[in-house]
């Protein structure tokens, strides 16, 4: 009995490998076919001069800040360059045409970071969740029929307050 049963387990793990690969190829093969690609976000602002319950739980989210995505082709040229501008909720939806100038992008050489932010109150751009940096466009989180999105993680603004002070020294 226990060898039929791990026969039963190996043969239904192999099954699950097989499914998996196949279903990875055709996330990959409807990717490929996909003309448009969408990058949703959120942008929000920390306040560092509250609690550390407030600061780390009580962001709030920021209307009206621009978030820009930067393609480059395969020789680091820009390909491409687009921008949104958050909503009430602070959230973004950026639908990008894979086909720019005759050429297809490969959203792996795609950047998204912060731009600006309306509010005079918060507009230190952060590099909690990379948003100064940038994000570079890794694995899509959906992939479904005629969709696929990539969903990034928060992006932060915070106070002038918070601002680390520039303590180079300018000497004359």
Not at 67 to 81: E, N, W
Not at 150 to 167: N, Q, R, S
Request: include cysteine.
């Amino acid at each position: 009995m226990g060898r039929v049963m791990m026969k039963v387990g190996l043969w239904m793990m192999v099954m699950m490998v097989a499914c998996s690969s196949l279903l990875n190829i055709n996330a990959e093969a409807q990717m490929e076919e996909n003309e448009v690609i969408h990058v949703v976000g959120k942008v929000m602002c920390q306040d560092c001069s509250s609690s550390w319950n407030k600061w780390v739980q009580g962001a709030r989210p920021i209307k009206g800040c621009k978030v820009s995505i930067t393609c480059l082709d395969d020789r680091k040229r820009l390909t491409y360059y687009g921008s949104d501008t958050t909503d009430d909720d602070g959230e973004y939806d950026m639908a990008v045409d894979r086909i720019v100038h005759g050429k297809k992008l490969n959203p792996k050489d795609c950047v998204i970071r912060l731009v600006s932010s309306p509010d005079p109150t918060c507009n230190v751009a952060t590099n909690f969740g990379h948003g100064r940096t940038g994000v570079k466009l890794r694995q899509p989180s959906v992939v479904y029929r005629d969709m696929v999105k990539y969903l990034l993680g928060t992006f932060y603004y915070t106070t002038p307050a918070c601002d680390e002070p520039d303590t180079t020294y300018q000497g004359s």
